[in-house]
T-cell receptor
Framework: AQKITQTQPGMFVQEKEAVTLDCTYDTSDPSYGLFWYKQPSSGEMIFLIYQGSYDQQNATEGRYSLNFQKARKSANLVISASQLGDSAMYFCAMREGAQGAQKLVFGQGTRLTINP | NAGVMQNPRHLVRRRGQEARLRCSPMKGHSHVYWYRQLPEEGLKFMVYLQKENIIDESGMPKERFSAEFPKEGPSILRIQQVVRGDSAAYFC?????????????FGSGTRLTVV
């Protein structure tokens, strides 16, 4: 069964607009963590933001925020004021279990293209 | 403080040869993870190692693949008798003990091409 689902294979957004990338997850473990990574065309994996299952507030990091809806099992990434440099693949990932178990399960990714 | 170092960055092997990928974790990190990324897909977990121990190899193919993290030196992912389907990007990540999430750092990956 797919644990992480990213339903948008590709998205096109005008520069300076906000964009929401969808991610839903499936787990029965009460303790888990959700990650978003950016992979530009150069190929490296860049950590963007993290949300723990017990965190009371939605995570924010600069222009990135995570819209965490626990009951719906969704963890959407919101990028405000998009920039040309935001064009990249974006991956949602989940870590299940206690802190010592740090294996990540990744979604298929969303390719974001920012148009000038 | 250098990040996770992977080498080589690009590796070309002929079918039937051996591929050896290296990963040096960040200083102070004792946990290493290997992931594989096929074209246009997300990363898939392969193996989790601590020094001299394989903790979880549930994602490793049963044959031709092996990994080690010796007491001294880098972690090595070894693929014997490579086939075209092994062509992928292989990423290594490292973390200190029990410290997600900002301690989970990826290297830049090794792109393996089998011709």
């Amino acid at each position: 069964a797919q644990k992480i689902t990213q339903t948008q294979p590709g998205m096109f957004v005008q520069e300076k607009e906000a964009v929401t990338l969808d991610c839903t997850y499936d787990t029965s473990d009460p303790s888990y963590g959700l990650f978003w990574y950016k992979q530009p065309s150069s190929g490296e994996m860049i950590f963007l933001i993290y949300q723990g299952s017990y965190d009371q507030q939605n995570a924010t990091e600069g222009r990135y925020s995570l819209n965490f809806q626990k009951a719906r099992k969704s963890a959407n990434l919101v990028i405000s004021a998009s920039q040309l440099g935001d064009s990249a693949m974006y991956f949602c990932a989940m870590r299940e279990g206690a802190q010592g178990a740090q294996k990540l399960v990744f979604g298929q990714g969303t390719r974001l293209t920012i148009n000038p | 403080n250098a990040g996770v170092m992977q080498n080589p960055r690009h590796l070309v092997r002929r079918r039937g040869q051996e591929a050896r990928l290296r990963c040096s974790p960040m200083k102070g990190h004792s946990h290493v993870y290997w992931y594989r990324q096929l074209p246009e897909e997300g990363l898939k977990f392969m193996v989790y190692l601590q020094k001299e121990n394989i903790i979880d190899e549930s994602g490793m193919p049963k044959e031709r693949f092996s990994a080690e993290f010796p007491k001294e030196g880098p972690s090595i992912l070894r693929i014997q008798q490579v086939v075209r389907g092994d062509s992928a990007a292989y990423f290594c990540a490292s973390s200190p003990r029990n410290k997600p999430p900002d301690g989970y750092t990826f290297g830049s990956g090794t792109r393996l091409t089998v011709v």
